[in-house]
Nanobody, 125 residues
Framework: QVQLVESGGGLVQAGGSLRLSCAAS????????MGWFRQAPGKEREFVAA????????YYADSVKGRFTISRDNAKNTVYLPMNSLEPGDTAVYYC??????????????????WGQGTQVTVSS
């Protein structure tokens, strides 16, 4: 089992940047693919980005491609999501999640068994 804690959210103006971090407990962090998802008010949770256990595979939602970059440091049990050129449409609670389907970068919510509590990102216009 792995426990996940997100940090780095906040309020930023459109065009600004934030970097989200997700710290994982446990010694098996490198056994999991990691993903970021977000949920805006009144909307369903949606995929943002994912990375395989080795970092060799990454995948992004079209809406964030070229602006967000997912990375991981297995020695620090941490996954990162630097977000640039933020838009009001990026406003949401951002969640990190861990998937045992570790060889790829899964996009489906159902493949993720472990979730953090989320961190709020608000982008003002």
């Amino acid at each position: 089992q792995v426990q996940l804690v997100e940090s780095g959210g906040g309020l930023v103006q459109a065009g600004g940047s934030l970097r989200l971090s997700c710290a994982a407990s446990g010694r098996t962090f490198s056994s999991y693919a990691m993903g970021w998802f977000r949920q805006a008010p009144g909307k369903e949770r949606e995929f943002v980005a994912a990375i395989s256990w080795s970092g060799g595979y990454t995948y992004y939602a079209d809406s964030v491609k070229g602006r967000f970059t997912i990375s991981r440091d297995n020695a620090k049990n941490t996954v990162y999501l630097p977000m640039n050129s933020l838009e009001p449409g990026d406003t949401a609670v951002y969640y990190c999640a861990a998937s045992s389907v570790s060889e790829i970068a899964p996009t489906q919510i159902s493949l993720y068994a472990y979730w953090g509590q989320g961190t709020q990102v608000t982008v003002s216009s």
